[in-house]
Every structure is written in structure tokens, then in C-alpha cells.
T-cell receptor
Framework: KQEVTQIPAALSVPEGENLVLNCSFT??????LQWFRQDPGKGLTSLLL?????REQTSGRLNASLDKSSGRSTLYIAASQPGDSATYLC????????????FGTGTKLQVIP | ETGVTQSPTHLIKTRGQQVTLRCSSQ?????VSWYQQALGQGPQFIFQYYREEENGRGNFPPRFSGLQFPNYSSELNVNALELDDSALYLC????????????FGPGTRLTVL
């Protein structure tokens, strides 16, 4: 059974700081890993999708890396802004004949102006 | 291009009642997945529909059922509501059966009293 862990559970940083969010998974037989952002009480916004054959993906100030062999992914946010404050979730898609997706519990980020 | 929409936004029910939640997939997407997100937790996979057929199911009892229509919109039905069913219900649409990026709707907040 796939288990996904995100550390830390919460993070508070001053504006402008670079930061790294971590995601660990127990079963390395994955097809892809997706990072999401969730604002309070809202749905999920897709940030980056990394296929199992890829090592990293970049979008603007965001960079996500994937190391399947060690069961880890990181989301790097450069030059953080107060608007980045949200909960960040990673989701791992595993084999199973269908889109079996396991989410972590998220990292709640607060960027202080 | 229209994104994923869900209705209603909020819903309050009492124990034992039945509820139907609705989701319209993003244009061009033929796969819809439903998730339950309890407060402070990551989303849990309920089931997925691909071309009107259930294509996989998570660890949820049979009182959680669904439908997908020819236009690929979908319904989630929950019978005999329990207090623990209180959660944010999210649907996600994607293109194809396997391993593609999922796009989420804003969710329906269900409260069971």
C-alpha cells in the first residue's frame, strides 16, 4: 500500500526566502507525481506534474524534482511571496489498472510580508 | 476552455439522508475521479469513471456510488449519511484512462448533522 508523507506539516518564512517542501513515498513503482496548491476551503490547483521518466519540472518560480529510487520529491519555491501562502499537496499515481492516486497530508506554508 | 465545475458549493444534511453531488468535467476530458477530503487531511480516492464505466474504487463502502453521463459529467451519490461523511468532496477530470494530469474542481462542502 502506497503511503505518502510530507514534511514539515507547517512552515513559516519571511517574504523573499527560497524554500523547499518535501514529499516521500513508500512504493517507488509510480507513474507520475503531481504537486498541488490548495487555498483554505478551496479546490486543488495543479502546479507541476512529473512523469516517472523525468527528473524535474519547472514552472516560473517553482521547480519540482523526483528521485524514484529513494522515494522522494521536492518542490522548490524561489523568492517566496505572501501570495504563495497556501497548503501544498503532493499526489503519487501508482499502478493499479486505473488512476490510483495517493495524496500526502500537505505542508501549510505561510509567507510573512 | 471551461474548467471543472461542481455543484452545490455547500450542503447541509442530517444523518440517514441521501445526497447527490455533481461535477462537470473540463472540455475534452473523458475521465472523472472523486475524492473525499476530511479537515486537515489529504484527499482520499473514492472512485473513477472512464467513458461512463466505473474504472476503479478506493476503500469506500457501497453506499458511495456514482454515475458518468455521455457528456462525461458525473454524479456522486451517498446514501445513509453518517457524521463522518462530513468533508470536502472534490472531483477531478483528466484525459484518457491512465496516468494523465488531473484538474480539480472547487469542491462541495458537505456537513452532516
Amino acid at each position: 500500500k502506497q503511503e505518502v508523507t510530507q514534511i514539515p506539516a507547517a512552515l513559516s518564512v519571511p517574504e523573499g526566502e527560497n524554500l523547499v517542501l518535501n514529499c516521500s513515498f513508500t512504493d517507488s513503482a509510480i507513474y507520475n507525481l503531481q504537486w498541488f496548491r490548495q487555498d483554505p476551503g478551496k479546490g486543488l490547483t495543479s502546479l507541476l506534474l512529473i512523469q516517472s521518466s523525468q527528473r524535474e519540472q519547472t514552472s516560473g518560480r517553482l521547480n519540482a524534482s523526483l528521485d524514484k529510487s529513494s522515494g522522494r520529491s521536492t518542490l522548490y519555491i524561489a523568492a517566496s511571496q505572501p501570495g504563495d501562502s497556501a497548503t501544498y499537496l503532493c499526489a503519487v499515481m501508482s499502478s493499479g489498472g486505473y488512476q490510483k492516486v495517493t495524496f500526502g497530508t500537505g505542508t501549510k506554508l505561510q509567507v510573512i510580508p | 476552455e471551461t474548467g471543472v465545475t461542481q455543484s452545490p458549493t455547500h450542503l447541509i444534511k442530517t444523518r440517514g439522508q441521501q445526497v447527490t453531488l455533481r461535477c462537470s468535467s473540463q472540455s475534452g476530458h473523458n475521465t472523472v475521479s472523486w475524492y473525499q477530503q476530511a479537515l486537515g487531511q489529504g484527499p482520499q480516492f473514492i472512485f473513477q469513471y472512464y467513458r461512463e464505466e466505473e474504472n476503479g474504487r478506493g476503500n469506500f463502502p457501497p453506499r458511495f456510488s456514482g454515475l458518468q453521463f455521455p457528456n462525461y459529467s458525473s454524479e456522486l451519490n451517498v446514501n445513509a449519511l453518517e457524521l463522518d461523511d462530513s468533508a470536502l468532496y472534490l472531483c477531478a477530470s483528466s484525459s484518457g484512462q491512465n496516468y494523465n494530469e488531473q484538474f480539480f474542481g472547487p469542491g462541495t462542502r458537505l456537513t452532516v448533522l
